[in-house]
């Protein structure tokens, strides 16, 4: 018999059904994978690549570029997230697995408990992708990308470059958030809202309580880059704290959002070889 008291469950606990599909990479795909982007981008000049460990403050690349400006200096121009964090560190350290090798099924995931209340099923399907759909207890890692060009936000980070700056200063404000069964949990349509704030696009709602964010040089992510070097420049500003959020604001945002995103996006694997890291030296920014 359950207790009258709310049962607080693992998310590490917690498989899902798309992660079950795709866990068909082994250890050793991934170290090929892993292999090849080495070879690839050996003695080709890339910069320091992303997602990386957060924890691992040493890298011994020396492609160095300049720090982009803060954010609310910027123009929003792209969001969009990742089903599991991307990056390691903070409270997302949990691993989902390899996955299948292609971005379904792996990256990191909350390492909190959740209620049993938060985690009940929800009555939809969340953005069924080819990476899986999401439900409740789920880990996602946000991407709030921003430029230096004259752009307004839209879809993919073609939106982010322009005719007249085809090399902008890129960055990315990530947050980790946790979906739960709880409308009084964060709305990710509020979070999401953009509007023009002192002449630049900006999404005014992204978090401020969710820790010192760790900054750092590196690049754009996602699996295409498994054994590719991304070569964009991008300044990353990571919250170690992960957020609640109501997965039916999820829900409503992917109805109607204006980046056209309809579901989560795959996830590239974690970036090791020192030869591909920058250290990181700095916090806040």
Not at 37 to 46: C, N, R, S
Not at 129 to 141: R, S
Not at 229 to 256: F, H, M, N, Y
Not at 265 to 273: A, E
Request: negative net charge; aromatic residues 6%; glycine residues 10%.
């Amino acid at each position: 018999m359950k207790s009258a008291l709310t049962l607080a469950l693992s998310v590490s606990a917690i498989t899902t059904a798309s992660s079950l599909s795709a866990a068909t990479a082994t250890d050793a795909d991934i170290a090929a994978q892993r292999a090849a982007l080495a070879e690839a981008t050996k003695d080709a000049g890339f910069g320091p690549q992303s997602p990386r460990d957060l924890s691992t403050l040493e890298g011994e690349n020396d492609r160095v570029f300049a720090t982009a400006p803060a954010h609310t200096e910027m123009n929003l121009c792209n969001i969009h997230f990742h089903e599991n964090a991307e990056h390691r560190g903070g409270q997302f350290t949990t691993y989902a697995g390899n996955g299948d090798g292609e971005g379904a099924g792996t990256g990191f995931r909350y390492d909190g408990t959740l209620t049993e209340a938060e985690l009940a099923p929800y009555e939809a399907t969340v953005g069924p992708t080819k990476y899986g759909d999401l439900q409740p207890g789920d880990t996602i890692e946000v991407h709030y990308v921003h430029t230096t060009a004259q752009v307004a936000p839209g879809p993919t980070l073609g939106s982010c470059l322009s005719e007249a700056i085809a090399n902008p200063q890129l960055r990315v404000e990530a947050q980790v958030f946790v979906l739960v069964n709880d409308d009084s949990a964060l709305d990710f349509t509020q979070l999401t809202a953009h509007e023009v704030v002192d002449g630049l696009h900006q999404a005014p709602a992204i978090p401020k309580d969710t820790g010192t964010p760790i900054l750092y040089p590196g690049s754009t992510t996602g699996p295409s880059f498994n054994t590719a070097g991304s070569p964009l420049q991008v300044t990353w500003s990571v919250r170690p704290d992960v957020a609640k959020v109501s997965i039916s604001s999820v829900e409503a945002w992917l109805a109607d959002n204006t980046f056209d995103e309809t579901g989560a996006h795959g996830v590239r694997n974690l970036v090791t070889n020192p030869a591909l890291l920058a250290p990181i030296t700095q916090t806040g920014g």
